[in-house]
């Protein structure tokens, strides 16, 4: 069944995958993230989770990595800053279901003479489980980093490394600091790198987790892939609906301020917005009837007052005046034309101020319609059911964090 399960979740992230048609433009500006997500899926395909180190110089990642491997494998020193680029080795553990385990070795993050740091987290942050090496108690930096990774969403295991530096007293006061400064409600291990302590824990662990984990990381890099591509396109299309809604507003200005019919007005008006709402509709990506069109219009006017009182209520009264100066003109020796020109000249603001509102309104509603076109491949793992929420609850808080700072709304005309 858990074989199934990898599987399953291979298939599906990779049918979305080769749903998706990028331009030339999004395939360049989104390298590093496709890049990341079909390696990440390669690995999924192969059941290889990767379990990255972290942590500040010095406090002994690489030694941790020998004792799991029984070899001295990843290069150690007195000096701090021994590793200054991310390493890799593979792991073998008895029982496991999973076919390989990638260990990542990485720089010290406070270390100044790194190569390339932000290609270094990305790849830790990327892994599927992260072991945060730390070599007493947690200070304002490390904590930070912490922070970081569990605002996106990782699967975070504290080790306390070089424990013979401290008494058995000293011991348990460190611990008792680090669990106080961590967050409450997510219960993060810590475990001493003691004899085969760390390594029991870790078998114990992966056999029981690596699958599930290896699964939700892949669909989280999906899904960050996604919203990426999502902001990119949303960028690009806003540029072109505000010229839209722009070239719009100047046509039913026009109409309005020169026409003196009360109902040709309110039909050329209608006609103009509903025309509007369709191109919108184009530049977003849902293909919309003529009947779905004219409900988008009718739900927006009702629900903004203003909007349709100035469609209807406004442009007609100002009509009614207009008609009144035109028929009345041949009795003043054309005195009453006076106001004509100004009384055009607000219709035409008010059509424009009314028309980039209601374009403003239709590109939202019409997002809205359209994300239910689109599948997202977050909803994969919201629709997982897990007997064990409490090694979950980091994908929760990506999640929150997702809705949070994804408000697409602002990227909208």
Request: charged share 25%.
């Amino acid at each position: 069944m858990k074989q199934l399960k990898i599987k399953e979740n291979y298939l599906l992230l990779k049918n979305w995958w080769e749903t998706i048609d990028l331009t030339n433009y999004e395939k360049s500006f989104l390298n590093k993230e496709i890049i990341y997500f079909n390696q990440q899926l390669l690995r999924l395909k192969e059941k290889k989770i990767r379990i990255g180190t972290y942590g500040k110089s010095g406090v002994g990642k690489s030694s941790v990595l020998n004792s799991l491997l029984k070899k001295d494998i990843f290069k150690t020193d007195i000096i701090n800053g021994t590793t200054r680029e991310i390493q890799t080795e593979n792991w073998t553990l008895k029982d496991q279901t999973l076919n390989s385990l990638e260990l990542l070795d990485s720089p010290g993050f406070d270390f100044c003479n790194i190569k390339y740091p932000d290609k270094v987290y990305s790849f830790i942050n990327n892994s599927d489980l992260i072991l945060f090496i730390v070599s007493g108690d947690l200070n304002r930096n490390e904590l930070s980093e912490i922070r970081s990774f569990i605002k996106a969403g990782k699967k975070i295991i504290v080790i306390l490394n070089k424990i013979d530096l401290f008494n058995k007293n000293e011991l348990k006061e460190i611990i008792e600091n680090i669990k106080f400064k961590l967050p409450k409600d997510l219960n993060i291990p810590i475990i001493i790198n003691h004899e085969n302590n760390l390594k029991n824990y870790l078998t114990k662990i992966i056999n029981q987790y690596g699958e599930i984990l290896l699964i939700l990381n892949s669909i989280q890099l999906a899904d960050k892939l996604f919203l990426s591509i999502k902001e990119q396109r949303l960028k690009r299309r806003k540029k072109l609906a505000q010229s839209t809604i722009g070239k719009f507003s100047t046509i039913k200005a026009s109409a309005v301020a020169l026409n003196p019919f009360i109902l040709f007005d309110i039909a050329g008006s209608f006609a103009i917005d509903t025309a509007l709402i369709s191109e919108l509709s184009k530049i977003y990506g849902l293909k919309l009837k003529g009947e779905s069109t004219r409900k988008i219009f009718k739900n927006i006017s009702i629900n903004n007052l203003f909007l349709g009182f100035t469609q209807v209520g406004v442009n007609t009264s100002f009509n009614l005046i207009k008609k009144v100066i035109l028929l009345t003109a041949p009795f003043t020796n054309g005195l009453s034309l006076l106001p004509y020109g100004p009384i055009a000249i607000i219709q035409a603001a008010i059509a424009v101020h009314s028309t980039k509102i209601l374009g403003k309104l239709a590109a939202k509603e019409i997002f809205m319609r359209s994300k239910a076109s689109f599948i997202e491949p977050a909803i994969m793992i919201q629709n997982m059911n897990f007997n064990d929420p409490e090694i979950f609850k980091h994908i929760n808080i990506y999640f929150s964090k997702r809705n949070l700072n994804n408000n697409f709304f602002s990227i909208l005309p």
